[in-house]
């Protein structure tokens, strides 16, 4: 299962991971951690974790908003790091479905 990391920070007071994937249901996978004295500063908690899944179906949708030709996996995951990598990720990536009508499932537990 390759990964893709959209971002990734290690400071002595935080970590953050953002990472998407392909799983073995063919859903498509934001998978993002934090963690640290900053987490804990701001909810009350050292760790927070976020994610999305986007069902099979929906990712067909993402291919052609972001051009990415032969629904090539591998290429749609480079594709979005290109366009929504970074510290926003989760949030660019959330705005873009969300405008664009992409169905997905958002969780996040601290």
Not at 52 to 79: D, S
Request: with cysteine.
């Amino acid at each position: 299962m390759e990964r893709v990391t959209l971002f990734k920070m290690d400071n002595p007071d935080i970590k953050i991971s953002m990472e998407i994937y392909f799983n073995e249901q063919d859903q498509l996978i934001f998978d993002g951690y934090d963690i640290g004295k900053r987490v804990e500063d701001c909810w009350g908690d050292s760790d927070y974790e976020y994610t999305y899944t986007i069902e099979p179906n929906e990712v067909q949708k993402l291919f052609a908003l972001l051009e990415v030709p032969n629904f090539n996996k591998h290429a749609l995951l480079l594709e979005i790091k290109k366009r929504f990598g970074g510290n926003s990720a989760y949030s660019r990536f959330g705005d873009f479905m969300s405008a664009n009508n992409i169905d997905f499932t958002g969780f996040t537990w601290t």
